[in-house]
């Protein structure tokens, strides 16, 4: 079974009425043929649903995603935001477990399991994002913390809901340093994820995506994608200008 490719933009916390705008003019204007993701700031992702539905790029091609959601339904929870929200505004994908949100906000692996599992319930396609620090590779731990981390996700979520979603394996290392992780590092990673999975449900091990994250560019996205597991990517930087997203999407094609 071939796996489409998924390109995912992570534009983190960074964006303007105005500079998304011109974004998406560009963005739309260059039609990419690969399915893409756009993950927005919240208070961005009405603007983005609405210019890419006047763009008629909305659709199975092209989707819109947020950075997080809570792990709670609705209440009393003071400056959160829920899934059903997400849903309500025309979201349709949600990164989970970041791994600036497990560094810098305490997300543990039963928080983004918890996150993965209330996306999935309620129709929401999660990337779950997951992989080492650069002393837990020196320490040749990577397979041992990406193995935890996922089977944290596999204990609350069945195999066959998380191939709605997709996997983001994005070595810390890598992710904002310009270090990327060379496509046979990244490989080993994702074969060994991908084996994980098939032990879990192989029939969705084979249909679910894995994408890599860290630092990846125009420059080095067509070596990494031509790996047998990885399918597609999660782009920080280079996201946020859209003639390199582009070039990146037409990378995966
Ligand atoms: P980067 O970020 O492409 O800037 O390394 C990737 C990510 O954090 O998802």
């Known amino acids: 079974m071939t ?3 998924l390109v995912a933009a992570n534009w983190k916390m960074n964006g303007t009425r105005a500079a998304n705008a011109a974004w998406l003019a560009e963005f739309a204007g ?7 993701v756009v993950c927005a700031p919240f208070v961005y992702l009405p603007q ?8 008629g790029l909305a659709g199975s091609a092209t989707a819109v995603g947020a950075q997080n959601l809570s792990e709670r339904s609705p209440g009393a929870f003071t400056g959160e935001v829920a899934g059903e929200m997400l849903v309500d505004l025309g979201c349709r994908w949600v990164i989970v477990g970041h791994s600036e949100r497990r560094a810098l906000y305490g997300e543990t692996n039963e ?3 918890a996150k993965a599992a209330r ?7 999660p990337i779950v994002c997951i992989g080492e620090t650069l002393a837990e590779r020196d320490g040749k731990r990577t397979m041992a913390v990406v193995s935890a981390q996922l089977a944290a996700v596999l204990k609350t979520c069945r195999a066959a809901d ?3 979603g997709a996997v983001a394996y994005e070595p810390v290392w890598a992710i904002g340093t310009g270090r990327t992780a060379t496509p046979e590092q990244a ?6 994820i991908r084996a994980q999975l098939v032990a879990a449900d192989s029939e969705a091990a084979t249909a679910t995506r894995i994408v890599y994250g860290g630092s990846v560019k125009p420059a080095n996205a067509a070596e990494l994608f031509a790996q047998p597991d990885i399918d597609g990517g999660l782009i ?3 996201s946020l200008i859209a003639r390199d997203f582009v070039a990146i999407c037409a990378a995966a094609t």
Request: net charge positive; hydrophobic share 45%; with cysteine.
């Open 119 to 125: 996306a999935l319930a309620l129709g929401l396609r």
């Open 3 to 5: 796996r489409r490719r």
């Open 187 to 192: 490989q080993e990673v994702h074969a060994t």
């Open 111 to 113: 928080i983004v399991a």
């Open 30 to 36: 260059a039609r990419p043929s690969c399915e893409t």
């Open 236 to 238: 920080g930087g280079a």
């Open 48 to 55: 983005l649903i609405d210019r890419l539905a006047s763009s």
């Open 162 to 164: 998380l191939a709605r």
